[in-house]
T-cell receptor, first 113, second 111 residues
Framework: EAQVTQNPRYLITVTGKKLTVTCSQN?????MSWYRQDPGLGLRQIYY???????DKGDVPEGYKVSRKEKRNFPLILESPSPNQTSLYFC????????????FGEGSRLTVL | GQQLNQSPQSMFIQEGEDVSMNCTSS?????WLWYKQDPGEGPVLLIA?????ELTSNGRLTAQFGITRKDSFLNISASIPSDVGIYFC???????????FGGGTRLMVKP
């Protein structure tokens, strides 16, 4: 089954404790992206990757890092989480940056105390 | 980043009613997309629009790409309880540009 898998689905952590949210897709997609969803603000892009070893900032990259060492994986790293990063995070993938449907993972709800 | 204004922010309707929501932008888009997010899930694509004036249906859903290329609307006819969720519009300027999402319309349907 074609899917985008994120882990963890839920996480409560404390300010400053580094964490990683993993994302994996099994569709051989070149393009992957991270979004955060906040009430009334829709989905805002954090980082995206057009292919292996190619990453770039989205609209709200501050406080986040990503890496794309393999085609299927695109982890989101919060080096020193802060309460304003409490949000619902979605990973998504697409065949290329401008072709194919954008498939979303099920979301990771992060709370930073 | 670019802004998409989506309205209304939320709707509470009776089962069987028709629903209409729209998105407007200050800039031109070449593609409009409509997604639905079920509670606890990620967004799923409902309808994609690629030409100004295009009107496309998917079951009880109908979406149109505005003539000015700065707006789009989504209609749902004869709503049912499983229509509950958040609906997002998204626009893309041209090939290679990222998707910009609207703020979402939360739909609640009373049986």
């Amino acid at each position: 089954e074609a899917q985008v898998t994120q882990n963890p689905r839920y996480l409560i952590t404390v300010t400053g404790k580094k964490l990683t949210v993993t994302c994996s897709q099994n569709m051989n997609h070149e393009y992957m992206s991270w979004y955060r969803q906040d009430p009334g603000l829709g989905l805002r892009q954090i980082y995206y990757s057009m292919n292996v070893e190619v990453t770039d900032k989205g609209d709200v990259p501050e406080g986040y890092k990503v890496s794309r060492k393999e085609k299927r994986n695109f982890p989101l790293i919060l080096e020193s989480p802060s309460p304003n990063q409490t949000s619902l995070y979605f990973c998504a993938s697409r065949l290329t940056v401008n072709t194919g449907e954008l498939f979303f993972g099920e979301g990771s709800r992060l709370t930073v105390l | 980043g670019q802004q998409l204004n989506q309205s209304p922010q939320s709707m509470f309707i009776q089962e069987g009613e028709d629903v209409s929501m729209n998105c407007t932008s200050s800039s031109i888009f070449n593609t409009w997309l409509w997604y639905k997010q079920d509670p606890g899930e990620g967004p799923v694509l409902l309808i994609a629009l690629y030409k100004a004036g295009e009107l496309t249906s998917n079951g009880r859903l109908t979406a149109q790409f505005g003539i000015t290329r700065k707006d789009s609307f989504l209609n749902i006819s004869a709503s049912i309880p499983s229509d509950v969720g958040i609906y997002f519009c998204a626009g893309q300027h041209n090939a290679g540009n990222m998707l910009t999402f609207g703020g979402g319309t939360r739909l609640m349907v009373k049986p």
